[in-house]
């Protein structure tokens, strides 16, 4: 099946963009990657009268550290760019391990990060990395600028809060605790590309905070950020307890679904095993 018909406008800065989403709204939509956007386009899910290239827009290229600001990734940073930076690897390891497991290195050359959570699927592979890590994702109109939480981010299946003549311009990942540990375990039906049938991300502090984060995707209407999980280490007991009341907390916050990919059960089972494996890897790192 071709493409539908669309005009494609290449504007030079972040000002023409929002003009230009400000003008055409839900008429209008942003393309950097496009490795979600294109499909979707062929297969006619959607047909935009116009398609807004913003890959070349210099303040949405941007990829930097700052001890204080934290990562600063840019709508048109591919998957790639991100995954060879070394501080990410180093001090956002959910990140970097979400975004190596993500679809395959070719596609990882186009695909964004920003494109990834603007997708808002459910089994987004990204969207429980930045969930345990605060994210914040900087939505820019012709109002000015306004800064999402991470957790208001996603509302539904494919959904997110951005309204129509809004676009995301960059996501802040602010630095972790020194002593964070953090990791992205993905399972899937075969050791190639593929969507996580369970995805869990978890960060683990030191005392004094002593904070445990955990997020899943595939396991509910959106990524789910499990925050009855963070006092858990706080009560000090041994790391199997831990292991043991966490998953609990997640098998009663998640809700699963049968669908082509696998069914429900087999999902409970597997969100249980990647929690388990996760948190024991962190939990003796720590």
Known sequence: MPYPKFDYLKPDTLEEATD?????????????????????LRARLIEPRYLVDVKEIEEMKELSYD???????GAAVSLNEIAELDIVKEIFKPLWSSVTQLADPTIRNRATL????????????????????????????????????????????????LGDKELVKSVTVPTPPETAVGDYLKWRRTR??????????????????????IALSSVAPIPIYISEAEEILKDKKSVDA????????VKEKISPITDVRCGESYRLHMAEVLTRNILKKLLEER
């Open 20 to 40: 230009i989403l400000a003008q055409h709204e839900e008429d209008a939509k942003i393309i950097a990657g496009g490795s979600d956007l294109l499909p979707d």
């Open 67 to 73: 001890d204080e600001k934290g990562l600063t990734i």
């Open 114 to 161: 920003v494109g990834n959570i603007c997708t808002a699927s459910p089994a987004g592979d990204s969207a429980p990395a930045l969930l345990v890590l605060d994210a914040e994702v900087n939505a820019v109109s012709e109002s000015g600028e306004r800064k999402i939480p991470i957790q208001d981010f996603f509302t539904g299946v494919k959904r997110n809060s």
């Open 192 to 213: 190639g590309e593929d969507l996580s049938l369970v995805g869990v991300a978890a960060l683990v502090t030191e005392p004094p905070s002593g904070v445990l984060k």
């Open 242 to 249: 831990v292991i043991e009341k966490a998953v609990t907390v």
